[in-house]
Structure formats: C-alpha cells, structure tokens
C-alpha cells in the first residue's frame, strides 16, 4: 500500500465538544496502561451489575497456565443493560430504525417496544425448552428480528451463534454441529436488492447434516410459502401468540458465555471464538462510546451485517448498551441505485456512519454524482473498518462524502478482540490516511520480529498485543488448546494478532494486512486452507492451494491453482464448474475470482508447497520469487509463470 504523507489536525470545531481530545487521550491512555487495574475497576461501572464485581482482573497469557477473567464475581445481565435500564428516561426514544431493501420498508422500534419484542421472543425460546448455556444458532437477514433473538438470548442466558445468512446449507450445518445447537433462528427469506434469498430452504439442507437440531423457529419476512415440517418447524408470529408479556432477566455471572462467532484461521476448520458477559459488554460499550464520540441523541449508523462482529459490537451490543439509536439496514450500496447509502444517511439523519473499504472503494468506482446529489449534512463522524483502507479510497471517504468536515476514525480489530482496538479518536488524535494510528485505552500494541524481539520506534513487523483487555476471547468453543495454539504460542506470553504492521516516526500503526493463510475478501475473511479443502472435496480435483492477490475492489480475491486428477482435461467449464462448487460448498464470499489448472504445484523436498511463490506469481511479479532450487521440482515453476491468468 501507497503511503500517504498528509495529515488532517483534529478539526477545532470537533475537538471542543468532543468526548476527548489530545490531552485527555494522553492523561487516560497513560494511566490505562500504568494503573490498568484501578482504570478498569472504574470504567467496569459503566455498566448495571445486579452483583458488583470485587476482584477486577485475573488474567494469564503464560501458556502453560492461560486464563482470562475480568470481573469476575460480578453479575449482570447484558439484555437488562441494553435495554430495561433505559427504560426509566429513554422509553419512547428510538432504539433501533431498520431500514429496509426496499426504500418504503422502514420501522422505528423504541426502547419500550424493543422491551416487550425481546421479552416475548425470551419466552418463545423457554417455551422452545431452550435454558441457561444452550447454543441456539441464528441464520437471518438483516431485520430487528436478528437483534430480538441476540437480546432474548441473552436475556435467559443462552448462547448465540450467528451464521452470516450468505454462506452456505453445508457451512450452516458444520456450524450448528459444531457447538450442538438444537434451536436454529431463520426467516423464511431474506431480500437484498430487490432478489429473495432462500433462508429457510437453506435452513431445511443444512438440517439433513444436522439431525440433533429439534427445533427451526421462523420468523416471517417475505411472506412467501416455504415448506414447514410438522413437529420441527414453529412460525414466531404464531408462538408469541401464546406466550407471556414479561419475562424476567437471567442474572449472569461476568464469565458466563455471551456468544460465539465462527471465524476463518490459517488452519482447518472455522474457529468458535467465544465471547463472555461482563468484559465484552464493558468493551463494546466503551469504544463505542469513544471512538464514534456518541452523544445521546446521535444517530448512528453502522453498515455491517450481524453476521459479523462488527454487526454483533457496533450495531447490537455496544450502541444498545448506551442508549443510542442505532440503524440497521437490511439492503446493499447499490440498490435501487449507488446513492442508496446516502439516501439513507438523509432520510433518517444519521450522524455517524461506520462502513468498509471495500463498500467505499466500489461507489467510488460509480462515481461522485451518485454521493452530490444528497444533502448529507447530518454527518459528523465518519468509519472504516474491515481491512486496510488505502489512501485513495481514505481521501475520496473524505473529501466527497465527508466534505472534508468529517473526520475519519480507521478502526483495527478482530473478531477475536471483541471491540476495537487500534483507532484514532476524533476529538484527540490528527489523521494519516491509511493509518489506524493510536492504541485505543488499555491497549499495550507491540511489534516483534520473525523471532519474538520487541521492536521499538518506527519498526515494521507483526502485530502483537502484550496486556489483556476485558473484550479479549475467552478460549475456542470446545478447543481451549487451540486458543492457546493459535494466539499464545508464537510469542511468549503475548497475545499473536496474525496481521504485519508498521509504526511510523510519529508511533502511529498502520496495518499491513495478514501474515498468515488467512485472506480478506471485501472486508470478510477467509482461510485458504477452507476454500482448498472445498475444492479438492470436488471429484476431478486432486489438489489445490489458494492465494490472495491485490484486488481493485475487493481488496483481495481469491486465486486458486488447481491440480487435476490425471484422466481429466482441464477446461473453462471445469473451471466455471469449480467456481460454483465453492459457492455451494462455503458460500458466493468463497468462489475463487480466478482459476489455474496447474500440473503441479512447487513444494519443498518435504512436501511443503511454497506458498510466496504461489503469491506472486498470482500477483503477476515473479521478478523476485527466491531461491528455486530447494524445490522438489524446479520446473513447475515455468510452467506455472507461463500459463498465470493475472498478466498485466
Ligand atoms: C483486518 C473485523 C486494517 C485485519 C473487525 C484483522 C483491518 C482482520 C482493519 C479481522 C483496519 C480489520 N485496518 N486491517 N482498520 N480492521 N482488519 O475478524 O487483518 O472479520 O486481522 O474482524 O481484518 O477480521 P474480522
């Protein structure tokens, strides 16, 4: 990535009535790192707790002895936070305002309407059987439903896992296997640009790989028929019918699970990052608070899908927690045309927005009219979040949408870190395009070298975080030793975020992308090795291994080399084939954007196969592959080099 020399001071206007600004930033952030326990016993008051906490951190990342517990003899309850708190003031003011696929769909839901929804869609789930601790998976569109059912989870203690309603019956399936789901929420369809999305009938594929599902609970949308099975099925409008209006919240205790988030690794199969109650809470309402500069009143707007963390942090749990009023938008960017994002911010006067690189490169790819021919005068603080933003499509953010009034806040985290965690402040900290910048409180970021040495000034390498914070994961759902393998192992006692990344002269980060088999397609990420295990799950395919490459729009897509089994010819239409297969097998956000048949693939003499050289040839530059000669068979290579499908 280009890097960009400019830098925006913190506009005056903004830093007088912001939350923060640079001297208050220093005074908190020091003594978040200096006093780190007495900074989050005060901050951990931010939320209600029905038992208070008396012992604030326990926490290890020795791996011989990792934990992780933040307050963790307090009780509370998130549902209560996000909701039956407010309720004394804040009743009639407006939780949520969906906005619809279709522009004339919109609902505004107060927070005592909020209140009653969630209660009885709690007492659908008891009457469901579902208690303390059940996983129950939720596979939905982006409608308040999806918030309901997260809240009534929460409100009796169940766990939610929510699968994002774009990947696949077979990728749903090993997700509710995967934690033992016996409820699954769905729709019966979803709509995104005026197109139906088959929710349920997805839901009825995945079920025929998932026999200890007992219940489907189906919220309805479309209205359209779908196939219900007697004794399995229940419709949620009918079952609210017969349940009770109040239902009581379940004290839990701060540890106590939350949630769990499927995400992509470097290795095997999706991870179950868990996320528990009182620390996740305290984070996600924080750094909503802070980083978005929320003042009661706000409207705010945070593009992600609930299928992601960002969708679960910044649209559900952190603004809820705050009593903010948080859009939630069902449709995409481009539908009915590309200015739909900016239609929205003016109908609904929204504030602050929170999107993606990948949204903002593609309208900047339709061109600025699409954006002048809104108002957009509500705006004040603008987001990005997702993967690195390059400069260019930082200043066109900037520059067109935010008129140059808004600053810009590049959010870097994880799904993993349960909140945001590297971020400029609006109020406090100047700008640098393409820069997340600043640690936000709590938050000790260090860069080391291949071999564990702590790096100091400006320095480039990868990213690791030396102090816990109250919204780190706790382990991975049904494999502790793969939490303490996959983050705790590679440095000593430091927490391994799988990204490279840079600190320029002025200790600002900039985040280089991944530095594992983990690629970022449009902001979603994906591991290599599930897409190569899909493919060579496919008859004619004897093996296959993925890479990413620089993509205009999507940041990067997916390359994939294909090997053959040896009766089959290579074709276009195999190709086309293979594509459709991994749409089938993951979902669209997994189909390779490009295919090469390759007779063999360059491996080490152990077996190995070399994956940089895979990336560059992949990136058309393979001026500078390395040393060849250690490979089994050097002569791949040239074939390899000449038949690449990337030329310039
Ligand atoms: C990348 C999404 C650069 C990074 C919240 C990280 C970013 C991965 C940024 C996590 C950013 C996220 N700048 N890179 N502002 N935000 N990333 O778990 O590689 O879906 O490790 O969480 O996205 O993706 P995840």
Redesign the pocket.
Known sequence: MSVSQTKYKVPESFAKNALVDETSYNDMYRQSIEDNEAFWAEHGKRVSWSKPYSRVKNTSWDKDDLHVKWYEDGELNVAYNCIDRHLKDKANEVAIIWEGDDPKDCRHITYAELHAQVCRFANVLKSLDVKKGDRVTLYLPMIPEAAFAMLACARIGAVHSIVFAGFSPEALAGRINDCDSRLVITADEGLRGGKTIPLKSSVDQALKHASDVKNVLVVRHTSNDVEMVPNRDVWLDQAQEHVALECEVEPMNAEDPLFILY?SGSTGKPKGVLHTTGGYLVWASMTHEYVFDYKQGDIYWCSADVG???GHSYIVYGPLANAATTLMFEGVPTYPDASRFWQVIDKHNVNIFYTAPTAIRALMGQGEAFVKQTSRKSLRLLG??????NPEAWEWYHRVVGERRCPIV???????TGGIMITPLAGATDLKPGS?TLPFFGIKPEIVDAEGKVLEGPAEGNLVIAESWPGQMRTVYGDHQRFIDTYFSTYKGKYF???GCRRDEDGYYW?T??VDDVI?VSGH?MGTAEVESALVAHAEVSEAAVVGYPHDIKGQGIYAYVSLNASVDPSSELATELIKWVRTEIGPIAAPDKIQFAPGLPKTRSGKIMRRILRKIAEDDFSNLGDTSTLADPAVVDNLIANRQNKK
Do not use: F, K, L, M
């Open positions: 995400t992601w963390v960002t990005s979040v997702g993967e690195p933003i590049d959010t870097w985290w994880q799904t993993e997340a975020t799988g990204d985040i992308g991944r970022n990420r």
